[in-house]
């Protein structure tokens, strides 16, 4: 007869063993996050992060934050977040009155 504190006592050590693997995982997880954030973006790496498309990040490079090595644009994601994280909030009469369009003058 098997004593129940001893399969309880089993149970616990691999219950711990799991966790362990858990707290390894997550650890090596945040580190491989920490070092993709330092390394450089692509348009297309760029675009996904501002959620538009890579021609959009073409048209408004002058606005948006990068660098230019070797003929090829770089891009940092903190530096994206930041970008993105500091736009002022649009104006809805601005933009109703830059869209409509005028009417016609009768003569």
């Known amino acids: 007869m098997t004593n129940p504190f001893d399969e309880l006592q089993a149970q616990l050590n691999r219950m711990e063993g799991l966790v362990n693997h858990l707290i ?6 945040q580190s491989a996050s920490a070092v993709d954030e330092n390394l450089p973006l692509d348009v297309e790496g760029a675009a996904k ?12 490079i002058s606005q ?5 090595r070797h003929g090829r ?8 977040l930041a970008y993105l994280n500091s736009g002022s909030p649009v104006d809805v009469s601005t933009v109703l009155h ?5 009417k016609a003058k009768a003569m």
């Open 24 to 29: 390894g995982l997550v650890q090596a997880f």
């Open 49 to 60: 992060v501002l959620g538009i498309a890579p021609g959009t990040v073409y048209q408004n």
């Open 64 to 68: 948006i934050p990068h660098q230019k």
């Open 73 to 80: 644009l770089y891009f940092y994601k903190p530096e994206l």
């Open 98 to 102: 830059s869209t409509r369009k005028k």
